[in-house]
């Protein structure tokens, strides 16, 4: 008998339907409050690395996925200049083992498709139109009420209700996050052949200019900026006039960029809650928990990570109890922290403009670290 049989997720991104699907499997009542009216059809792109992979495969995903996304196992370094001259390609960390590839670039909405679909396949009842506002514990049950005036009751809700979370406030952890004074570009467009793997250029007009295939016809390409006031502009062209640096597959995405691709603008953040992620029979997952600028693609494997962990530790325990938390906390804590701490420093390092650091001493460390299952 697992330590619960009726959970309540808010929330329906990674974190929140990675564990939703381990529970309902497990035979454990769950129902996802989601906010929007409807899934979101609109998205980028995203890279999900060996570890992120690792879990999507625990969660029966991998041939589902594997056949959408765009797998690849190296990764290119050019230079800011009119050719993109390729100055090195290295081999990823296969950091969810040799049997997954280190990296799948994914259409994000396809992902969050496939994951819907296998939370609906497990039992999962989805809602949507429900924001959640405030939550009572009484110790034996937590009741949530949601805008629409509608009340729920568990006797474990999940907040994985993403960076702003509402759940996170509502157990009265202040911890908020933070700008790292950098910006993000991103688009989705179709993919020129030669973009095969993620490429990445440090520096030109922006800090980043890096792109990631998604599929045998898409891609999505990113430039990384200091942080501006871009919340009004979806204007491509701005895009494409900083795109005008940089070379290689460049001149083609810049083409699309001119041609009006849609394009999306965000703020780096970056935030840690450092001590207990619960109180009493909530406990939040995924942003809700931690967020880092994606400098090394590591938020969502964090969230779908938070969320096998967790799974893991409800079903196979009897009580929901300190040892519980306990055991999930020493599983969560310091790895997300080294995580978060790894992708600020890689940000920093680059806002610095500091030309000694050790990026790829950085990496390794991290990926020794991810490649052990968590
Ligand atoms: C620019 C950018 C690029 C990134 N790229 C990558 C990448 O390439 N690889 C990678 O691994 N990670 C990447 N990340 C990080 C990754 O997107 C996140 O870490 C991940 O999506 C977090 O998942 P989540 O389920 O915790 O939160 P979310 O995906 O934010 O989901 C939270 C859900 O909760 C819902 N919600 C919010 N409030 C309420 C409420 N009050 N009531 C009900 N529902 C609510 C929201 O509508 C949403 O559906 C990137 C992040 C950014 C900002």
Known sequence: MAAVSQVGVVGAGAAGLGVAIFLADAGIEVEILEKTDAPSTWGSGITLQGNALRVLRQLGLWERISEHGYAFNELGLRAPDPNGTVLAIVDDALMGGEDLPATLGMNRPELASIMRERAREAGVKISYGKSVESIHDDGT???VHTADGDKHDYDLLI???GIHSTVRRALGIETEPESTG???WRAFVPRPPEVVRTDLTYGGTCYIAGYCPTGEEHMYAYLVEQAQDRHDVHDAGVMADLAANYGGPWTEIRKYLQNGAQVNYTRFTTH??????HRGRTVIIGDAAHSCPPTIAQGAAMALEDAAVLAELLINSETLDERLWEQFHDRRLERAG????AS?????????GNKDADVPGLLATL????????
Do not use: K, T, Y
């Open 159 to 161: 907040g994985a209700d």
């Open 344 to 352: 600020a420093q890689l940000g920093q390092w680059l806002f610095d």
């Open 367 to 374: 990926a020794a670290r991810l490649v052990v299952p968590a």
């Open 141 to 143: 049950r937590v009741q």
């Open 338 to 341: 080294a995580v978060v701490n």
């Open 272 to 277: 840690l809650v450092e001590g207990n992620w």
């Open 182 to 184: 950098m910006g993000i």
